[in-house]
């Protein structure tokens, strides 16, 4: 501590600034601290700027604070510039909180600079700055910086007039970051777009936990869908670091399994040596009392009792090796049953990924069924819409057969008053001639409002006339548009199938060719197995061999009591018959040494090739799970295409319902 402030006061006096009290007592109080988070905090102050300078010297070289809070300091982008310049080499701050700064342009490259060369840093926040504003070229670098860090686990960008391009920008490059796992969005101006390409991001990037977007006009679907991709990278996670762990339980296992068999070996080749050398005393002494076989009878019955006495050693040493035999056998078994156990756990994984996939399609067809289900409702909508046409028509049948119903009786009405006026003229022949001017006006107003209402009903007509020809019209239209529409809903739909049906073939030839290299190394292996088997026996066989060469050789030492002469020779050509014999046993336990060695690098081969099919295999489903959610959002977007046609339907319904209630609201105050 004593140091850092030294370190400090040091650069006061090289850079000629005056040392500050709030940063002094900053460093003083990490001394007085015992946990091992050390904090340095100047939020809400204000420092001159000069400081910043010798604060980014200081942090270059230090060792102590964990932790950077510089929240709502009003700071200028060279105060900035010049404080992470000294970041950048710090190894030792894991948290950087520069709230409230409004940080932009050059503040923005300088945080790129500390993202690319700064592999310390874990939690960045950084809200209520001006980031992403107008979508300057800064931001770019700091997405740059970003996708090239491998340390930031949690990122804080909250209101920092993030565009959509801006989060098209992110998206792109969390598809290269495998750090992040928390990124906070809110209140930014992401949109439907930014949001879909972060839906991208969530169905590829495995290593994101969560991804807060409130306040973006990011639309429910997408932020539900988001919110289920996360999910499913948090089960994944889950479900790697269990295999991970139990696969290095295995490793370990296999591992005290090879140092087990390892140190066997070496104890028999141990015990070989030992025996070696008991072999070559032997027939030092053997030697020895041949020497003193040649001077008395008694030497050489001492020497014949040490030599049956060193054969007897012999069988139990030829005992306990077939005894370590029979355990290296034991042990080959296990191992068998071990790999018929990972055979076993790879058909079974086989079996349920087989199982997903066929849930998969019929999750596919149900989708299918329910777009059929929909283009059906339509087509009804359709006959529907017909129907209430030929109502239409019915009705307007009708009301011309009202109009010449009206034209008949008005014509009658005509008629009556001629004969009237013809009765009255003969009647009153001279109150006519006085009211003959008031008779010829009421005719005249008469006929003219007969024409008046005959010209009006002729237009009402015409105008009923031109709007069932309208009607007609945008009915056949719409029955054009909905059958091409189906056609190629239809024909997409079509195509669609095939290719998943033949992804989905083609997916299962390659697992079966793969099952059936894995059955091929299986029988290759057991073949191998076999030979080794053939091996042992005949092994067995040559120790067998080998006792009854040994019951030979005490014959033949009997033999050599009985003649002095033959008995030097033949114990000579049984010392060197025994030697050769001893040899060849060796290097046929070599042999067996080498094949188990070649059995075991098979079986680390064959690990390596499950753990190979295992991941080959899960990216398969990660590529089959991309695939479904670019089929979901077809058929979402096929949804809203069909609600949208469905309210244009329901408008003209509301304009047809409309014009005719006012036609039949005039024909009735025209009666």
């Known amino acids: 501590m004593d140091q850092l402030i030294t370190l400090y006061h040091e650069c006061c006096t090289t850079y000629h600034v005056e040392p500050n009290e709030t940063v002094v007592g900053e460093i003083e109080k990490a001394s007085h601290g015992d946990h091992q988070t050390k904090t340095f905090n100047l939020s809400s102050l204000s420092i001159p700027e000069a400081q910043y300078t010798v604060l980014g010297k200081i942090f270059s070289r230090d060792f102590l ?16 510039q010049a404080f992470l310049h000294g970041l950048v080499a710090n190894t030792t701050c894991k948290t950087l909180e520069l709230k409230g700064n409004r ?5 923005t490259e300088a945080l790129a600079q500390v993202l690319r060369r700064n592999q310390t840093l874990q939690n960045l926040r950084l809200e209520w700055n001006q980031i ?5 070229p800064a931001f770019s670098s700091f997405c740059d910086a970003l996708s090239m860090n491998k340390s930031l686990i949690e990122l804080d960008l909250r209101n920092n007039d993030i565009s959509h391009v801006g989060g098209s920008e992110l ?20 949109g439907p777009v930014g949001g879909r390409a972060l839906l991208a991001v969530c169905q590829s990037n495995s290593t994101l936990n969560e991804i807060q977007l409130t306040g973006n006009n990011v639309p429910d679907d997408i932020m539900e869908n988001i919110n289920n991709a996360l999910a499913k990278n948090t089960e994944k996670r889950q479900v790697h670091f269990g295999h991970s762990k139990n696969m290095a339980v295995i490793a370990r296992q296999l591992q005290n399994v090879h140092t087990e068999k390892d140190r066997q070996i070496t104890s028999v080749l141990q015990r070989v040596s030992i025996q070696e050398q008991a072999m070559l005393k032997a027939n030092r002494s053997l030697a020895d009392k041949v020497k003193k076989l040649q001077d008395t009878l008694n030497d050489r019955k001492l020497a014949f009792n040490a030599v049956s006495a060193k054969n007897a050693l012999l069988e139990a040493d030829i005992t306990v090796a077939t005894q370590q035999y029979n355990d290296a056998q034991h042990d080959i078994k296990k191992l068998k049953i071990e790999k018929d156990q990972l055979l076993h756990q790879t058909r079974r994984d086989y079996q349920q990924e087989k199982d997903g996939l066929f849930n998969i399609q019929e999750k596919l067809q149900r989708d299918l069924n329910e777009s059929l289900e929909t283009q059906r409702r339509l087509s009804e909508k359709v006959h529907d819409l017909e129907r209430k046409n030929e109502t239409l028509q019915t009705t307007v049948h009708e009301l011309r057969e009202a109009i010449t119903v009206n034209d008949r009786d008005h014509h009658l009405k005509i008629a009556s008053l001629d004969d009237e006026n013809q009765r009255l003229k003969l009647k009153h022949k001279e109150d ?20 008046t209402r005959e010209q009006s009903l002729k237009e009402q007509v015409t105008k009923l006339e031109n709007f069932r020809t309208a009607l007609e019209r945008e009915v056949n239209s719409l ?14 739909f079509q195509q669609e199938k095939l290719r998943l049906k033949n992804e989905e073939e083609k997916k299962q030839h390659e697992l079966q060719d793969r099952i059936s290299s894995l059955t091929t190394t299986r029988e290759d292996l057991e073949s191998r197995y076999g030979q080794q088997l053939l091996c042992n026996r005949e092994f067995q066989q040559k120790i067998n061999f080998q006792l009854v060469e040994i019951e030979t050789l005490k014959r033949q030492i009997e033999s050599v009591q009985t003649s002095n002469l033959s008995k030097d020779t033949e114990i000579l050509e049984s010392r060197e018959k025994l030697k050769t014999d001893f040899e060849k046993r060796l290097r046929l336990i070599q042999k067996d040494i080498d094949t188990n060695t070649e059995l075991k690098d098979r079986i680390k081969q064959l690990e390596n090739d499950l753990k190979d099919q295992r991941f080959n295999d899960r990216n398969t489903i990660r590529e089959l799970e991309t695939r479904l959610a670019d089929i979901q959002t077809k058929l979402n977007q096929r949804e809203q295409e069909v609600s949208r046609l469905r309210h244009d ?17 005039r024909g009735t105050k025209a009666n």
Do not use: P
Request: proline share 0%; hydrophobic share 35%.
């Open 65 to 80: 604070f964990t932790s950077i809070h510089l929240n709502d300091c009003n700071l200028s982008n060279e105060a900035l």
């Open 103 to 107: 940080i932009h342009g050059a503040g």
């Open 132 to 136: 992403g504003a107008m979508d300057s």
């Open 171 to 190: 998206a792109a490059v969390l598809k290269r970051n495998v750090t992040l796992r928390i990124l906070d969005l809110r209140w930014n101006n992401i």
């Open 432 to 451: 006519l001639k006085d009211h003959e001017l008031m008779s010829t006006r009421e005719s005249q107003r008469l006929k003219e409002s007969y024409e």
């Open 479 to 492: 029955k054009s548009t909905i059958s091409t529409q189906k056609l190629n809903y239809e024909e997409n």
């Open 649 to 665: 339907e329901e408008r003209r319904l509301h304009f047809l319902r409309t014009a005719m209630l006012d036609y039949i609201g």
